[in-house]
C-alpha cells in the first residue's frame, strides 16, 4: 500500500546551520505531497505542499522538491533558526473521495543557539 | 472563537470506561478526519466523515465510534477504553476532497488511559 519515509530523528543543528530532512514515498498514481509542522503543544499546521512533479513548495524559507524520478521530497532551509525547532511530518494524498493523509513518522528537529 | 477546538485537551481515564472526545469546527468544512499520533507511528487515521451522517473506518478504527449529526461536530467514542488507546488524538478538517485540498488541525487532546 501508500506510505511515507522520514528520515530517523532527533536532528540537532546549531542556529544558521542548513538543514535537509528527506522523505520518500511509496504510492500508485499521482499524489500530492506535503510537509506539515508540529510546534511544541500545538496541532499540526501545512508549511508547505507540492501537487505535481518538479514543483516546488515553499514557506518561511523551508523548500521541497517534488521528484517523481526519486519518488522524494526532502525538506530543506539554508538557516534554520531556535524559533523551527518542531516535529516535521511528511504526507501524501491522493485525493479521490476521502481525501486521506498517509504521514510518516515525524522528524524532530532541534536547533541550539 | 474561529477555527476547529478540541475538547478536553487532558484526560485521565481508566479501563474499561467510555470517553468521548469533542471536536468542533466553525468553517462549515465537509470533510473530518480523526488521528492518533503514537511514537514510531507518526499520524494514523481512525475515522473520516465526508459529511453529516456520512463516516468511514481508517486505518485504526477498532475500538472507536464515531457520529456527525451536525457538519461542525464530529465526536470521538472509545466505547471501553484500553490502555493501548493512551495516545494523543487529533481532529481536522477540510473544506472538500482532493489531494491538493489542505487539512486543518485542532490542538490535540492527551488522553491516558490507566
Known amino acids: 500500500g501508500d506510505s511515507v519515509t522520514q528520515m530517523e530523528g532527533p536532528v540537532t543543528l546549531s542556529e544558521e546551520a542548513f538543514l535537509t530532512i528527506n522523505c520518500t514515498y511509496t504510492?500508485?498514481?499521482?499524489?500530492?505531497l506535503f510537509w506539515y509542522v508540529q510546534y511544541p503543544g500545538e496541532g499540526l499546521q501545512l508549511l508547505l505542499k507540492a501537487t505535481k512533479a518538479d514543483d516546488k513548495g515553499s514557506n518561511k524559507g523551508f523548500e521541497a522538491t517534488y521528484r517523481k524520478e526519486t519518488t522524494s521530497f526532502h525538506l530543506e532551509k539554508g538557516s534554520v533558526q531556535v524559533s523551527d525547532s518542531a516535529v516535521y511530518f511528511c504526507a501524501l494524498s491522493k485525493g479521490g473521495a476521502t481525501n486521506k493523509l498517509i504521514f510518516g513518522t515525524g522528524t524532530l528537529l532541534a536547533v541550539q543557539p | 472563537d474561529a477555527g476547529i477546538t478540541q475538547s478536553p485537551r487532558y484526560k485521565i481515564t481508566e479501563t474499561g470506561r467510555q470517553v468521548t472526545l469533542m471536536c468542533h469546527q466553525t468553517w462549515s468544512h465537509s470533510y473530518m478526519f480523526w488521528y492518533r499520533q503514537d511514537l514510531g507511528h507518526g499520524l494514523r487515521l481512525i475515522y473520516y466523515?465526508?459529511?453529516?451522517?456520512?463516516?468511514d473506518k481508517g486505518e485504526v478504527p477498532d475500538g472507536y465510534v464515531v457520529s456527525r449529526s451536525k457538519t461542525e461536530n464530529f465526536p470521538l467514542t472509545l466505547e471501553s477504553a484500553t490502555r493501548s488507546q493512551t495516545s494523543v488524538y487529533f481532529c481536522?478538517?477540510?473544506?472538500?476532497?482532493?489531494?491538493?485540498?489542505?487539512?486543518?488541525f485542532g490542538p490535540g487532546t492527551r488522553l491516558t488511559v490507566l
Open positions: 481536522a478538517s477540510s473544506e472538500s476532497a482532493g489531494a491538493v485540498n489542505e487539512q486543518f
Open positions: 504510492a500508485t498514481g499521482y499524489p500530492s
Open positions: 466523515s465526508a459529511a453529516a451522517d456520512i463516516t
